[in-house]
């Protein structure tokens, strides 16, 4: 975060949102050989077990979390609303103000008390705020925007932040990715005007001001302090890159020490399996799965198919 390079923490914040929800789901084998021991001496009566689980199930107290689903969709359903409202509060401005088409972009004018914005092609300001050069430096800061699309990164993340509300870090992201884009924006508006110090005294003339919209890019809403700190800063070197990649190996180092799965592989059909055929294939092997959400009808289930199809037979006790 403290590099200059503003596009390659843009593409790296992006892809790291469909990445969360991708993890997840990578899961590594772990193949542990076992000896099966017969317990059939210990339960006789499979349907007994199962309506007794049954019955203990239905005389459980009520618990807290139970309600957590329920608590979960309303957040949901809150934060969802909000962001409607804003919604809505942005196109009244957009359809209630002057517009006057530039080139690919549509400029707005309103008397509201509002922070220059841009919403897509939409560029939001009011004209009383600034005198001419001011107004000029904000509308370069804007253009960027526009030209580059942020508003579909906010819009991206915001929709991710509000079905993930309860996890504070989803809204540490979404600041990171809005003052990445501030910083983007800031290099390129400095970089078309003439003056780079006007442009820092601006920012600092008029960022004290907080009535912003939330999801959409404004002059104002990054740290001034940080803004400016950056558009001083020289230029990263490229060999800074590297910290980029260094991302892959410590994702793989998550994966194998945290998504990981047990496999339980019956010893003894392995070894006949290698006695009879050297080249061990798929169809010499049979895994038993066996994990939290294992439940009795599964293993009942997984064991009468392995009876019909392999004659193989196994007896399980629940502690």
């Not at 790296?12 to 590594?28: A, K, N, Q, R, Y």
């Not at 890019?217 to 803004?227: C, D, G, L, M, V």
């Not at 892959?248 to 070894?271: Q, R, S």
């Amino acid at each position: 975060r403290n590099d200059t390079f503003f596009q390659f923490n843009r593409i790296f914040l992006l892809i790291g949102i469909p990445i969360s929800f991708i993890i997840p789901f990578i899961v590594f084998n772990n193949y542990i050989e076992y000896t099966p021991v017969s317990t059939a001496t210990y339960y006789q009566n499979l349907e007994t077990i199962t309506r007794l689980i049954a019955t203990h199930s239905k005389e459980t107290s009520f618990s807290i979390w139970q309600l957590l689903p329920i608590l979960y969709f309303f957040g949901i359903v809150v934060f969802f609303l909000n962001f409607i409202v804003q919604f809505i509060g942005i196109f009244k401005i957009i359809h209630k103000s002057k517009n006057v088409k530039n080139n690919s972009f549509i400029v707005i004018e309103t008397n509201k008390d509002v922070l220059p914005f841009s919403f897509f092609k939409w560029v939001v300001y009011n004209p009383n705020l600034f005198n001419k050069n001011e107004l000029k430096q904000v509308l370069t800061h804007e253009k960027v925007h526009v030209k580059q699309y942020h508003s579909l990164d906010i819009l991206t993340t915001k929709i991710v932040a509000v079905a993930l509300w309860f996890n504070p870090f989803i809204w540490l992201y979404l600041k990171s990715v809005k003052q990445n884009l501030e910083f983007i924006a800031d290099a390129g508006a400095q970089e078309s005007l003439e003056c780079k110090k006007t442009y820092q005294y601006t920012l600092l003339k008029t960022g004290f001001t907080q009535q912003q919209i939330a999801f959409t890019n404004n002059f104002f809403h990054s740290p001034i302090k940080k803004r400016i700190m950056m558009l001083q800063k020289r230029k990263s070197r490229k060999m800074n890159q590297l910290k980029y990649v260094f991302i892959i190996p410590i994702l793989a180092l998550f994966l194998m020490n945290f998504n990981t799965e047990d496999v339980y592989v019956d010893k003894t059909m392995t070894t006949n399996s290698l006695e009879k055929n050297n080249d061990i294939t798929n169809e010499n092997i049979i895994e038993i799965v066996f994990d939290k959400n294992t439940t009795l009808e599964k293993l009942e289930e997984k064991r009468r198919y392995l009876k019909e199809n392999y004659n193989f037979d196994f007896d399980f006790e629940i502690e």
